[in-house]
């Protein structure tokens, strides 16, 4: 439940933040939960080399969970122009993973993160968890509701 609800919250940031990317997400057809499940769900440790995944553990213990927020928005901040040339969801995917893989300069990814995608303040943030964790509410309703129904035709 908590990494859907992240992740509609960078899909939220990231329509925010970064709205030419936002946009060409919504072209293609897909979200950045489909892009990026990785990077929450293990941290980064999959994404990014060791030393800078250690960079971000390190921000992560002193400033708390938005970091992950930041940290992704940085990514994807850096790698805009590939971002929007991709054609296909799994091309796109594809781009991110070979590119933050071969990213090393720690240091430039959490300059970028802290002072290139703008104020995050957890007044701006708590927001639009709220509104994330309401989408996400109304998903599982949704699910549950469908699966409901399927049983009863079974049992019928």
Not at 114 to 121: D, L, T
Request: hydrophobic content about 45%.
């Amino acid at each position: 439940y908590g990494l859907k609800v992240e992740l509609r919250t960078l899909e939220l940031l990231v329509q925010k933040k970064l709205p030419k990317i936002a946009s060409h997400l919504d072209k293609l057809d897909t979200t950045t939960g489909c892009i990026t499940p990785a990077w929450f769900s293990n941290l980064f440790t999959t994404t990014l080399p060791a030393e800078v995944t250690a960079r971000v553990f390190d921000c992560l213990l002193l400033e708390g969970n938005k970091v992950l927020h930041r940290v992704a928005l940085a990514l994807m901040k850096t790698y805009e122009t590939s971002i929007c040339a991709a054609s296909h969801p799994a091309q796109l995917r594809k781009v991110l993973e070979s590119r933050a893989a071969r990213l090393y300069d720690s240091e430039a990814l959490m300059t970028l993160a802290f002072k290139g995608v703008g104020a995050m303040p957890t007044a701006t943030i708590q927001p639009l968890r709220t509104a994330a964790a309401a989408v996400v509410d109304a998903q599982i309703e949704e699910h549950r509701q469908r699966l409901e129904l399927i049983a009863r035709c079974r049992t019928h």
